[in-house]
């Protein structure tokens, strides 16, 4: 089942008070409208009805696709400093709708479970999945790109995300977190995502660092090797 909860929040241009349905989970394979909202970027975007002003609320809620395999904890992206907190918790809410002592647990033997963080986050797992690409390849494939590129724009107020995929093509772009406006486009061939997983020891020591949890992300050994120094 989706839930939503209705609310009022004041309009942050002109101070009106706008209705509005905030999600807190979404079932896609019950509202696959819901799903292509999302895709297309109108998901939880509204317009305040006294003076035009469009704005879309940060996403925290909890996406699941049984048909696809997928359960996706969802936070803003202003929460990406607290990842390692915010992977547990997300964690421990799957374990206990699917893991081991829950009756869904068979369920959950075929799941894949990931936290992501801001709606660029979310609509790079969604389109993945549907192009039938590893979210663990998918990452390897960016640095890859970075290095030959030789800039790592990254920050955090910008992103490189996957925006889609071909037969021929993965379309990155680096976005700006806050608005999503895409700053550049990169297209790469689709063949760089085999001759990663045909160089298996070239990439597993990252592979594994980046896969090593809930947040699959190239960025996860950059935040751990701060947290582990600022500790």
Same mark, same amino acid.
Not at 28 to 57: K, T, W, Y
Not at 88 to 110: H, I, N
Not at 172 to 197: C, Q, S
């Given at each position: ?74 936070? &803003?992206?202003?929460? %990406? /400093?607290?990842?390692? =907190?915010?992977?547990?918790?997300? $964690?421990?809410?799957? *374990? ?92 790469? &061939?689709?063949?760089? %995502? /085999?001759?990663?997983? =045909?160089?298996?020891?070239?990439? $597993?020591?990252?592979? *594994? ?23």
């Amino acid at each position: 089942m989706s839930i939503f909860e209705a609310i009022e929040l004041p309009c942050a241009s002109c101070g009106a008070p706008v209705s509005f349905s905030l999600v807190h989970s979404v079932n896609a394979a019950r509202r696959p409208d819901l799903r292509s909202a999302i895709l297309n970027r109108s998901f939880q975007r509204q317009e305040c009805a006294s003076c035009g002003h469009v704005f879309r609320m940060a996403p925290e809620f909890t996406y699941l696709d049984v048909g696809r395999k997928q359960f996706i904890a969802v936070w &803003p992206a202003s929460d %990406l /400093a607290d990842w390692q =907190a915010l992977e547990q918790r997300a $964690q421990g809410s799957f *374990d206990k709708a699917f893991g081991p002592e829950s009756d869904a647990r068979k369920l959950g033997e075929a799941m894949n479970a990931r936290v992501v963080f801001g709606w660029a986050g979310l609509n790079e797992k969604l389109i993945a999945a549907e192009a039938g690409v590893d979210d663990r390849t998918l990452e390897l494939a960016k640095v890859a790109v970075m290095r030959v590129d030789g800039q790592v724009k990254v920050g955090p107020d910008r992103e490189f995300r996957l925006l889609g995929a071909t037969a021929d093509q993965l379309v990155f772009g680096w976005l700006r977190t806050d608005t999503e406006e895409l700053e550049e486009e990169v297209a790469v &061939p689709r063949t760089l %995502l /085999a001759e990663i997983e =045909a160089e298996p020891a070239d990439w $597993q020591a990252l592979r *594994d660092e980046v896969g090593s949890g809930m947040f699959v992300d190239f960025r996860r050994p950059m935040f751990a090797a701060a947290a582990a120094a600022a500790a």
